[in-house]
Structures are given as C-alpha cells and as structure tokens.
C-alpha cells in the first residue's frame, strides 16, 4: 500500500481551518509581477539540455509550476542540501537532516533560459520571503532555496535577487538561500508527478493547483499546457 504523505493531514487541516476563516481557497503564494533578469546566461550553442534545481515549500507544487514551462523537459521531486543517509521522506520530515524538499528542472537553454527559470520560481511558484516555511508548511526542509549547479548560476541567481530586492517587487525582504548543489536525490516515486496523478487531493486544490493557473495568468508566454 502506498503511504500516505503526512502533510495531507496535519498541513491540511491547517489550510481548510485559514480558508473558512478567510471565506475563500488557501494559497501559499500570491502571485507577483516579476521583471525579466536583467543578468542572465547565455544559451550555449553545444547545450541541449541544462539542470536547475529549486526548493520553495512543498515539492509538489513547485514540481506541478515547472512541467508546465516551455522548455522544460523534465521535473523531478527531491531533496537536496543533507546527505544521501537522510534522504528519507519521513527523516527529512523532521526537519534535522539539512535537507530541503526541491525540485530538479532539466530544460533545453535555447527554449527558456535560467533567469526565466528564477522569474517562474520568485513569481508564481512560491512565497521567497517566508523563513522556513511555506504556507501551512513549517520547517527547515519548506526552506526557500536555490541550489546551483555551477559559477554562472549563482552569479545569476544572486544578480536576480538584488534586482528583485531593489525594485521592491516583493512586500517583505527575499529571504532565499543560494547554496551550492551537493546532490540532488530523487524522492519516493508515490511523491513524484503527486498534482497530476492527484488532481482533487485537498491540498493540491487549494496550495498548489492555482500556482499552475497563475503561470498561465502572469506568464503566459512562459506557459505550456503539456
């Protein structure tokens, strides 16, 4: 029998118990006007396909925000930022392995660059200013984070940042991580395509679903439906 992911029970019960509070759906991010970088990285004309690998809540979300991006080829659930000894679904959970929940986006550079990569995670995929947590989810492990791959990546990524904080964009200071990428480790495979195989799970409807229709809303020249 497949388990039953923890967070569909205590994390929902907290997003039902806001929502009916507020008389409307509960979301873990509002949508933002994001600018394009003004830094970026210059596709390569040898570079088929590229990795990135981002962290921002509840990986399912973030994985369901990039399957739908022109040019991104794959997106998988993981951890990354611990080791491959706690890279255990119920040990992360407990916040104490260093892990966070990511997501590692492999893309063709000539289809979507990096920098429009950051502009779908700072603006639709999740809340950047939230200290290790996301939404009704709590914990190190819920920490906003990139993990680079590479020099480029982290000079992009904190090129992105500044800009984003300069011009406001957000309410609150960014608060995201930008750390080298050790490894990343796929999750459990009950974890991996979670929004598409669950489509009416509570969660999904109310945290992560609508981050999908704002990528269409908010970007739409970035958006696929596949």
Not at 13 to 33: D, E, K, N, Q, R
Not at 50 to 68: D, L, S, Y
Not at 116 to 140: E, K
Not at 151 to 158: F, I, L, S
């Amino acid at each position: 029998m497949t388990a039953f992911p923890r967070r569909s029970l205590g994390a929902l019960a907290f997003s039902l118990s806001l929502a009916a509070a507020a008389g409307c759906s509960m979301t873990s991010a509002a949508p933002i006007s994001a600018p394009n970088p003004t830094v970026d990285i210059a596709a390569g004309a040898d570079a088929k396909t590229a990795t990135a690998v981002f962290a921002g809540g509840c990986f399912w979300g973030i994985e369901a925000v990039f399957e739908h991006v022109k040019g991104v080829r794959s997106a998988s659930s993981g951890y990354a930022g611990g080791t491959k000894a706690t890279a255990e679904y119920e040990i992360v959970s407990s916040g104490t392995t260093g892990h966070a929940e990511s997501v590692e986006v492999v893309y063709d550079p000539s289809q979507v660059s990096y920098g429009q990569l950051l502009r779908v995670f700072f603006s639709v995929a999740h809340d950047p200013t939230q200290l290790n947590r996301q939404g009704p989810d709590h914990g190190p492990q819920y920490r906003s984070a990139i993990f680079y791959a590479n020099a480029d990546q982290q000079r992009v990524a904190k090129a992105y940042i500044e800009q984003l904080d300069a011009a406001h964009a957000h309410a609150k200071p960014i608060v995201t991580q930008v750390a080298a990428l050790e490894k990343f480790y796929p999750a459990e495979s009950y974890h991996q395509d979670y929004a598409k195989h669950h489509p009416n799970d509570a969660y999904i409807v109310f945290n992560d679903a609508p981050k999908v229709v704002n990528l269409k809303k908010q970007l739409p020249e970035l958006y696929t439906g596949g």
